[in-house]
């Protein structure tokens, strides 16, 4: 059951048009919109800074 729920929250975020990025290790899910969408970069970095840095920081525990 624990996995269907975060099947269906990343197809959620998917359908939205994020980029969902899954913790294996917390089961964590870090959705953020694909930053093509964005006109300024630097806009996106500031409104989605804590989560690039959650990215960032367990990049070896994330499946894309």
Known sequence: MYLCKIFKNIAQELD?????????????????????EFIDEYI?????????DAIEDQKADLLK
């Open 16 to 36: 939205c048009g994020c980029m969902c990025y899954f913790n294996v290790k917390t089961g964590e899910i870090i959705a953020i919109p694909d930053s093509s």
């Open 44 to 52: 996106f970095k500031e409104s989605f800074q804590e989560q690039l």
